[in-house]
């Protein structure tokens, strides 16, 4: 059985979560805080963070979009790619989109929990601006589709329902984050299209059984 280790809170574990569910994959969790003294984390990946996924035989796979990946080559049914070359193309964009929008929140993240003598205000801006950017540009390009390429969900939907529901978790469970999200990332009120598919989307059974978690980080400490 394939294991998954992972975090709680995790945005790029919950997409290996997703896609191993939407294939009915069996697999077990092991959860890991990496910043603590016990983590396995450096044992099995060189660049030292997660998710990280172990095959059967001892193979490991790490950096979530690449097991993404994986999952789908290993596992190639149901397919969560396009077979089309032209579709692989139009879902690689949600996703390069995706991934920049999660980069520049977990950066914006870790800037907005220190000290506010130490943070950089021009970098913060910076990353919302890229946050604002990418949301609206997924925005435009989804509108009223039910998935982001064709008829059925595929990688670039777990990668773009992964990012907004992470917004929504940061909302609902990390203060002070989400009184500085929600001033400066009104998504929801700003975006309507897209909310309208994040609520279609974490219907799915895949998403609701893959749902963050909050664990005991202490930010500021992390990045002091």
């Known amino acids: 059985?394939?294991?998954?280790?992972?975090?709680?809170?995790s945005p790029f574990g919950r997409k290996v979560m997703v896609a191993l569910h939407e294939?009915?994959?069996?697999?077990?969790?092991?959860?890991?805080?990496?910043?603590?003294?016990?983590?396995?984390v450096t044992v099995h990946n060189p660049l030292q963070q997660l998710p990280i996924l172990i095959a059967d035989d001892g193979e490991t796979v790490f950096e979530s979009s690449y097991i993404l990946e994986w999952i789908d080559t290993r596992f190639p049914e149901p397919p969560l790619t396009p077979s089309d070359p032209e579709a692989r193309l139009e879902m690689?964009?949600?996703?390069?989109?995706s991934v920049g929008i999660m980069d520049a929140l977990v950066r914006t993240n870790f800037e907005v929990s220190r000290p506010l003598e130490h943070q950089s205000?021009?970098?913060?801006?910076?990353?919302?601006?890229?946050?604002?950017g990418g949301l609206a540009e997924l925005d435009r390009e989804i509108q009223d589709r039910n998935f982001v390429v064709g008829n059925e969900l595929t990688l670039g939907d777990i990668e773009v329902g992964c990012v907004l529901g992470q917004l929504d978790f940061i909302a609902e469970n990390i203060p002070p984050?989400?009184?500085?999200?929600?001033?400066?990332?009104?998504?929801?009120?700003?975006?309507?299209?897209?909310?309208?598919?994040?609520?279609?989307?974490?219907?799915?059974p895949s998403f609701v059984a893959s749902a963050p978690f909050m664990v005991d980080i202490d930010f500021a400490s992390v990045i002091a």
């Not at 690689?92 to 989109?97: D, E, I, N, P």
């Not at 984050?177 to 799915?204: G, M, N, T």
């Open 23 to 40: 294939k009915s994959i069996p697999f077990k969790v092991e959860w890991d805080i990496p910043w603590h003294k016990d983590t396995v």
């Open 92 to 97: 690689g964009r949600f996703r390069v989109l």
């Open 177 to 204: 984050l989400k009184e500085f999200f929600a001033e400066h990332v009104p998504w929801r009120s700003d975006c309507k299209y897209l909310s309208r598919y994040a609520d279609r989307l974490c219907q799915r």
């Open 1 to 9: 059985m394939l294991k998954l280790i992972n975090a709680g809170p």
């Open 121 to 132: 205000q021009e970098w913060v801006q910076r990353h919302i601006r890229k946050i604002n």
